[in-house]
């Protein structure tokens, strides 16, 4: 998809109904040209219906706005670019192969994923109208302290904005979103470059948001937005609220770390107090540290974890 592409898809979602020759005319191409786009923007799953002498019509409106998207982020101190794609293997790997040609805080967005990818080697599953993005965060002194904390950051900052927007969502240590029990977000934070030379950090978000249901195999543990709230979240408003936040507190991370974002974490932590399973060990956890650890008691000892997998039992 390019920018006419693009500038289709805005004149086709602001007017109920647009006239090839108006498209043709906005854009200086043949009418020919337009029905060949139209046809390829079907293709790529956009509902767009011809009527006789009133014209193309989108009948489903839920489609990033990649223009308004892109207007917050000319306005924004901090994010330089915002990539589209209709379908790509996994944003994080593109956003890996591709980070020489992308300037630092670029986001790249897919509408598909084909091969999405989860923490510790898992598949992330592609549902419809759900956000796959990644930032890159380019020339950081890498840190590798520093990157669970800030995908912990980033776990809080999407709770925040869902919360913002009257879901009753909550974390679970590191960083899922969970609702009604079920994962509705998961973050997979790569580092790629030196260790202790100028690298980035891509922070893949994955957001199940109006799918109206998910595939059997994963029901028991993950839903959507759409599923448990019975409402259609604004997807592009999402995105930009997403990325407002995360902007406007980036700073008091770089600064003060995650320790400034603690007490908020904790309150909606859904670990804390609860038996859980870390790697097939049963531990009680207590507390969250200065930097996201997960603080645990086992047989009257405390042991701090920063990373593996987190089984709660309720
Ligand atoms: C997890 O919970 O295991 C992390 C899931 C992360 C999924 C997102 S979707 C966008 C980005 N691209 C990927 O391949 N994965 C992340």
Redesign the pocket.
């Known amino acids: 998809m390019d920018e006419k592409d693009i500038f289709i898809l805005r004149k086709l979602y602001e007017n109920e109904y647009i006239s090839g020759e108006e498209l043709a005319s906005y854009l200086n191409i043949s009418r020919m040209a337009i029905n060949k786009r139209i046809k390829s923007l079907k293709d790529l799953g956009y509902k767009i219906e011809s009527t006789k002498k009133k014209g193309y019509e989108l009948s489903d409106k839920d489609i990033i706005r990649v223009w308004e998207i892109r207007d917050y982020i000319q306005s924004s101190n901090l994010f330089k670019e915002f990539i589209y794609i209709d379908e790509v293997d996994?944003?994080?790997?593109y956003v890996k192969q591709n980070q020489q040609h992308f300037k630092n805080a670029t986001v790249v967005y897919a509408e598909r994923?084909t091969?999405?990818?989860?923490?510790?080697s898992?598949r992330?599953v592609d549902l419809e109208k759900g956000i796959?993005?990644?930032i890159l965060l380019k020339l950081l002194l890498l840190d590798l302290e520093k990157i669970i904390p800030l995908t912990l950051f980033t776990g809080l900052v999407i709770n925040r904005v869902l919360r913002k927007y009257g879901v009753n969502s909550f974390i679970k240590w590191s960083n899922?979103i969970y609702l009604n029990g079920k994962?509705i977000c998961?973050?997979?934070s790569e580092l790629s470059g030196e260790v202790e030379g100028l690298g980035s950090i891509i922070i893949?978000?994955?957001i199940n948001v109006n799918a109206k249901s998910v595939p059997e195999d994963i029901k028991d543990i993950a839903t959507t937005l759409k599923a448990e709230t019975s409402q259609d979240f604004d997807r592009t408003r999402l995105i930009i609220d997403i990325l407002i936040e995360f902007e406007r507190d980036l700073s008091n991370f770089d600064k003060y770390g995650f320790s400034y974002f603690r007490d908020e974490y904790k309150s909606f932590c859904i670990n804390l107090g609860k038996e859980i399973l870390i790697n097939g060990e049963r531990m009680l956890c207590r507390d969250i540290g200065e930097n996201g650890e997960l603080v645990c008691e086992k047989d009257g000892k405390i042991i701090e974890i920063s990373s593996g997998e987190v089984t709660i039992r309720f």
């Open positions: 996994s944003t994080n790997t994923q091969q999405g990818r989860g923490r510790l898992r992330w796959k993005m990644s899922d994962k998961g973050i997979l893949g978000i994955g």
